[in-house]
């Protein structure tokens, strides 16, 4: 099994350093879920809610933004320029150190 480190920040401010597998087509929303972080992922990864929605604090080179997840993001709330949907972040060996922080719940 192929393993990256990923850092998580939630919502309290705590850096959660999270060994994730590159091999199982997982994305970041699942990592955090199966490492109990409060991200609901209410559509499970399909792009149709903002439920897991971070800021990426890293230079990673991410994929470009799907058309759904623009528009789920065109709907959130606390939308920054660095905003997207931790479901269609999918983990591959080059976000090896990739930083992330889970933005703040909807009003």
């Known amino acids: 099994m192929s393993m990256i480190q990923i850092i998580i920040v939630d919502r309290e401010g705590l850096e959660h ?3 994730a597998p590159t091999d199982m087509d997982m994305n970041v929303m699942e990592v955090c879920k199966a490492s109990k972080l409060p991200v609901e992922g209410t559509c499970g990864g399909m792009a149709m809610c903002a439920s897991c929605h971070c800021y ?3 230079d990673h080179a991410l994929p470009e933004m799907s058309e759904d997840e ?3 993001l ?3 709330f606390f939308v920054e320029e660095n905003s997207r949907l931790s479901c ?3 983990l591959k060996p080059e976000l090896r150190g990739l930083r ?3 933005a703040p719940e909807s009003a």
Request: charged share 40%; net charge negative.
């Open 70 to 72: 623009e528009s789920m």
């Open 100 to 102: 992330v922080r889970l």
């Open 88 to 90: 269609q972040l999918y």
């Open 56 to 58: 990426v604090e890293s």
């Open 74 to 76: 065109d709907e959130a």
């Open 17 to 19: 350093k999270l060994d």
